[in-house]
């Protein structure tokens, strides 16, 4: 038997993969399909039970529902996604990745607003790496008030990640 200086686990004897490199692949792969009008692709990315949390949207969970949501955002004029992968941290078939975006919004009446912010995925290996949870947020300031005037917020309430078992902070 070898000699081990630690009585750690016995190293992995499978091929060495650099978990930061095959994320940041995916997550440009990610890109160039939500560009190209493949939001299929993009949904397939993640888990069949993942979740999609955009600002200012409710949570939306499953491939089908995620597809939609891209649909959607690009039915509002979302285009030129592009994504960079600032850090990425793993531990067996776990990982953290942390980024940064810019994506062209065109407007109703036809110009363009870049928005620029900052993402969160979590990341499964299910024999190949799946999306788990996707959230991100915007740089830009917030709505005011006269522009959501008219339009129903969503209600917390109807959060499909909050049990109705859990108690509501004071």
């Known amino acids: 038997m070898p000699y081990r200086p630690y009585g750690g686990p016995a190293p992995n004897s499978g091929p060495l993969v650099d978990v930061g490199s095959t994320i940041r ?7 160039t399909a939500f560009n190209t009008g493949n939001y299929d692709q993009c949904a397939a990315q993640f888990a069949p039970d993942g979740y999609f949390m955009p600002p ?12 939609r949501s ?15 992968s600032q850090r990425v941290d793993s531990s067996g078939d776990m990982a953290v990745e942390i980024g940064r975006y810019t994506v062209s919004i065109r407007q109703a ?13 979590a990341w499964r290996r299910f024999g190949v790496w799946l999306r788990i949870a996707d959230c991100w947020s915007s ?5 005011v008030p006269q522009q959501t005037q008219g339009k129903q917020l969503p209600d917390s309430q109807d959060d499909p990640i909050i049990s109705p078992d859990v108690e509501r902070s004071a």
């Not at 200012?56 to 597809?67: D, L, P, R, S, Y």
């Not at 891209?70 to 960079?84: I, K, P, S, T």
């Not at 740089?139 to 709505?143: E, F, G, K, Q, V």
């Open 25 to 31: 692949d995916i997550a440009q792969d990610f890109a």
């Open 56 to 67: 200012h949207h409710q949570t939306v969970q499953g491939n089908k529902a995620i597809e």
């Open 70 to 84: 891209f649909r959607e955002f690009a039915d509002e004029g979302y285009q030129d996604l592009r994504l960079e």
């Open 109 to 121: 009446n036809g110009s363009m607003v870049v928005d620029r912010g900052k993402y969160l995925n």
């Open 139 to 143: 740089d830009l300031p917030a709505i």
